[in-house]
Every structure is written in C-alpha cells, then in structure tokens.
T-cell receptor
Framework: GAVVSQHPSRVICKSGTSVKIECRSL??????MFWYRQFPKKSLMLMAT?????????EQGVEKDKFLINHASLTLSTLTVTSAHPEDSSFYIC????????????????FGPGTRLTVL | GQNIDQPTEMTATEGAIVQINCTYQ??????LFWYQQHAGEAPTFLSY????GLEEKGRFSSFLSRSKGYSYLLLKELQMKDSASYLC?????????????FGAGTQVVVTP
C-alpha cells in the first residue's frame, strides 16, 4: 500500500507555455501533499504544502502565482507551472501523507516517481 | 529554517561498511528520515528515528541522538547497487502539520 503516482513522467515545452503535473495517491487518502523541486546534484527543496479543500502554503521565495497548486480531492493534487521559462526546468517530485495515520503516526511521506520538466 | 549537514561524497569498496553522518539544528523536531535516491528517481524510504538509539533493518542501521542533533546511517556489506545519493531529512512541526527538510545528500560510490 501507500503508492503515489505522478503524471507526466517527462515533459518538454516551449517557453511561455503552462504545464500541469498531477500527483495521485492510489490506495490511500491524503489530506496533505507536498511539492518539491530538485535541480541536478542538489537536494529536494520544498516548494509548497498542499491541503485538501484549502489554499496551499508556499515556502519563502516560491511564487504562488507562478506555481499554482490545486488539491481538489483527497487523492489528487495538481501543480501548474505557468508561463514556464528555461530556469524552471527541473525535477518536480510530489509526496503524500496518509490521512489515517497508519504509517509512522502519519509522519511518513510517500513520494511519487517525479516529473522531469524541460523548458526550451 | 533548519540547518542539516552531511558529507558531499563517500567512496567505499564492495563488502565494506560506510557510515554517513548527519547533523542538524532544528526547532519542533519530530523525527529523522534517511532516504536513498538513484539519479533521476524519487527517494525511497530507508529508516526513521524519533527516539534516541539505534534502529536496525537488515544491512542498514540508523542512529539518533536528539541532544546532540546527530544521526548516522550505517550501510554494511556494501553492494554495487548501493551506489546512490543518501538523503538525511528532518521532520519538524510548524503550524499544524509536519514538514521535511532535506540535507544536500551524500553521494556514495561503491567500487569493486
């Protein structure tokens, strides 16, 4: 159990376009999901915390109007990179916490396989 | 923010033991995770410590000392497939939920 999927796994787009990335918890409900970004040979940086039914909380320095997050259901969160530019090219990873608290009292995050975004 | 430090790279031979240290300074500490990450893939869970002491799981063990802000991951009987980045991540409570702060990762290179 506790599987998280991400779609697409890889996307290439032109500068100025918007890209939507989906994160789904397949066999559990997730009140809280997280979005991370990882540049080559760097660690994961938390971008925002996505909460079902309420607004996302963004980390300092992350533009909320550029990275739109929607968490419309207990199994789906989406990240939309608006007006993408080459500097947005990165590996985007989502994670989800099981709302039931089955795993490590709800402290464990389950990671999706990641989405490689390349902006030309 | 939280300060998390771990070495950048370590090299060891197949069959050997390697210890990856992680030090942290944090408020609202709520546990420490170790993840393994191969290039281009998502992190995979290795271990979790919330109380002081050693947690053993097969070839991998993890230790935590909360008073010292210190943890280590011990990899025994190294195999070539263990070549990967190992991430120390501290869970801390802020507002009403916990978040993870990751260290920069330690690249372990296993040589024949």
């Amino acid at each position: 159990g506790a599987v998280v999927s991400q779609h697409p796994s890889r996307v290439i787009c032109k500068s100025g376009t918007s890209v939507k990335i989906e994160c789904r918890s397949l066999d559990f409900q997730a009140t809280t999901m997280f979005w991370y970004r990882q540049f080559p040979k760097k660690s994961l940086m938390l971008m925002a915390t996505s909460n079902e039914g309420s607004k996302a909380t963004y980390e300092q320095g992350v533009e909320k109007d550029k990275f739109l997050i929607n968490h419309a259901s207990l199994t789906l969160s989406t990240l939309t990179v608006t007006s993408a530019h080459p500097e947005d090219s990165s590996f985007y990873i989502c994670s989800a916490r099981d709302s039931s608290g089955r795993f490590l009292a709800g402290n464990e995050q389950f990671f999706g396989p990641g989405t490689r975004l390349t902006v030309l | 923010g939280q300060n998390i430090d771990q070495p950048t790279e370590m090299t060891a031979t197949e069959g050997a033991i390697v210890q990856i240290n992680c030090t942290y300074q944090t408020s609202g500490f709520n546990g420490l995770f170790w993840y393994q990450q191969h290039a281009g893939e998502a992190p995979t869970f290795l271990s979790y410590n919330v109380l002081d002491g050693l947690e053993e799981k097969g070839r991998f063990s993890s230790f935590l000392s909360r008073s010292k802000g210190y943890s280590y991951l011990l990899l025994k009987e190294l195999q070539m497939k263990d070549s990967a980045s190992y991430l120390c991540a501290v869970s801390f409570i802020t507002d009403s939920w916990g978040k993870l702060q990751f260290g920069a990762g330690t690249q372990v290179v296993v040589t024949p």
